[in-house]
Protein backbone atom coordinates (compact mmCIF):
# COMPACT_ATOMS: atom_id res chain seq x y z
CA UNK A 1 0.00 0.00 0.00
CA UNK A 2 0.92 3.47 -0.71
CA UNK A 3 -0.27 6.80 1.32
CA UNK A 4 0.24 10.38 -0.29
CA UNK A 5 0.40 13.18 2.26
CA UNK A 6 -0.17 16.45 0.90
CA UNK A 7 0.75 20.17 2.64
CA UNK A 8 1.09 23.49 1.77
CA UNK A 9 -2.58 24.69 1.53
CA UNK A 10 -3.94 27.82 2.85
CA UNK A 11 -5.48 31.31 2.51
CA UNK A 12 -3.68 33.77 0.44
CA UNK A 13 -4.24 37.18 -1.38
CA UNK A 14 -4.72 37.31 -5.16
CA UNK A 15 -1.17 38.02 -6.65
CA UNK A 16 0.46 35.42 -3.49
CA UNK A 17 2.47 33.00 -3.96
CA UNK A 18 1.82 29.37 -2.21
CA UNK A 19 3.70 25.80 -2.44
CA UNK A 20 1.93 22.74 -2.38
CA UNK A 21 4.14 19.51 -1.76
CA UNK A 22 3.12 15.83 -1.37
CA UNK A 23 5.43 13.20 0.03
CA UNK A 24 5.07 9.19 -1.50
CA UNK A 25 5.78 6.83 1.35
CA UNK A 26 4.83 2.62 1.58
CA UNK A 27 5.67 -0.10 -0.97
CA UNK A 28 7.66 2.19 -3.89
CA UNK A 29 9.34 0.17 -6.02
CA UNK A 30 8.93 3.28 -8.60
CA UNK A 31 7.03 6.40 -9.60
CA UNK A 32 5.67 7.17 -12.89
CA UNK A 33 3.62 10.18 -13.51
CA UNK A 34 2.89 12.23 -10.20
CA UNK A 35 0.04 15.16 -11.08
CA UNK A 36 -1.93 17.62 -8.92
CA UNK A 37 -5.48 18.20 -10.00
CA UNK A 38 -7.92 20.56 -8.22
CA UNK A 39 -11.90 20.74 -8.02
CA UNK A 40 -13.40 23.78 -7.14
CA UNK A 41 -17.03 23.51 -5.46
CA UNK A 42 -19.45 22.56 -8.12
CA UNK A 43 -17.27 21.70 -10.85
CA UNK A 44 -15.33 18.76 -11.95
CA UNK A 45 -11.67 17.56 -11.13
CA UNK A 46 -9.16 18.77 -13.50
CA UNK A 47 -6.04 18.26 -14.01
CA UNK A 48 -3.61 21.04 -13.08
CA UNK A 49 -0.11 20.12 -14.03
CA UNK A 50 2.09 16.64 -14.32
CA UNK A 51 5.39 15.80 -14.47
CA UNK A 52 6.68 12.01 -15.61
CA UNK A 53 9.64 10.07 -14.16
CA UNK A 54 11.80 11.44 -16.64
CA UNK A 55 10.92 14.93 -15.94
CA UNK A 56 8.58 16.06 -18.65
CA UNK A 57 6.14 18.03 -17.53
CA UNK A 58 2.88 19.30 -18.36
CA UNK A 59 0.27 22.21 -17.39
CA UNK A 60 -3.53 23.33 -17.73
CA UNK A 61 -3.51 26.32 -19.83
CA UNK A 62 -4.85 28.33 -17.13
CA UNK A 63 -1.50 28.06 -15.12
CA UNK A 64 0.96 27.85 -17.91
CA UNK A 65 3.67 30.77 -16.29
CA UNK A 66 2.28 30.88 -13.46
CA UNK A 67 2.78 27.28 -11.89
CA UNK A 68 5.75 25.29 -11.65
CA UNK A 69 5.61 21.75 -10.93
CA UNK A 70 8.88 19.68 -9.89
CA UNK A 71 9.73 16.65 -8.09
CA UNK A 72 12.77 15.08 -6.06
CA UNK A 73 12.55 11.41 -6.98
CA UNK A 74 15.07 10.12 -4.40
CA UNK A 75 12.05 11.27 -1.83
CA UNK A 76 9.29 10.33 -3.88
CA UNK A 77 7.92 13.84 -3.39
CA UNK A 78 6.58 16.61 -5.71
CA UNK A 79 5.60 19.95 -5.23
CA UNK A 80 3.70 22.67 -7.05
CA UNK A 81 4.85 26.28 -7.04
CA UNK A 82 2.28 28.39 -7.66
CA UNK A 83 2.24 32.41 -8.08
CA UNK A 84 0.22 34.70 -9.47
CA UNK A 85 -2.24 33.26 -7.62
CA UNK A 86 -6.33 34.05 -8.63
CA UNK A 87 -9.59 33.94 -7.21
CA UNK A 88 -10.18 31.25 -9.48
CA UNK A 89 -7.54 29.12 -8.26
CA UNK A 90 -9.58 28.28 -5.43
CA UNK A 91 -10.33 24.37 -4.83
CA UNK A 92 -9.17 21.27 -3.18
CA UNK A 93 -6.08 20.42 -4.80
CA UNK A 94 -5.03 16.54 -4.83
CA UNK A 95 -2.03 14.83 -5.77
CA UNK A 96 -1.71 12.23 -8.07
CA UNK A 97 0.76 8.97 -8.30
CA UNK A 98 0.90 6.29 -10.88
CA UNK A 99 3.00 3.79 -8.66
CA UNK A 100 5.33 0.44 -9.62
CA UNK A 101 5.58 -1.36 -6.22
CA UNK A 102 6.74 -4.45 -7.94
CA UNK A 103 7.63 -5.60 -11.78
CA UNK A 104 3.74 -6.73 -12.13
CA UNK A 105 1.98 -4.74 -9.63
CA UNK A 106 1.31 -0.68 -10.80
CA UNK A 107 -1.79 1.13 -9.02
CA UNK A 108 -2.99 4.40 -8.72
CA UNK A 109 -3.16 6.77 -5.54
CA UNK A 110 -4.36 10.10 -4.22
CA UNK A 111 -3.88 12.85 -1.64
CA UNK A 112 -6.30 13.54 0.76
CA UNK A 113 -6.44 17.07 -0.67
CA UNK A 114 -5.56 20.14 0.30
CA UNK A 115 -7.63 23.18 0.48
CA UNK A 116 -6.37 26.53 -1.52
CA UNK A 117 -8.32 29.34 -1.36
CA UNK A 118 -7.56 33.12 -2.76
CA UNK A 119 -9.46 35.90 -1.61
CA UNK A 120 -8.89 39.26 -0.41
Known amino acids: QVQLVESGGGLVQPGGSLRLSCAAS????????MNWYRQAPGKQRELVAGIRSGGMTDYADSVKGRFTISRDNAKNTVHLQMNGLKPEDTAVYYC??????????????WGQGTQVTVSS
Open 96 to 109: YADVQSAVLIRAHY
Open 26 to 33: GRIFSINA
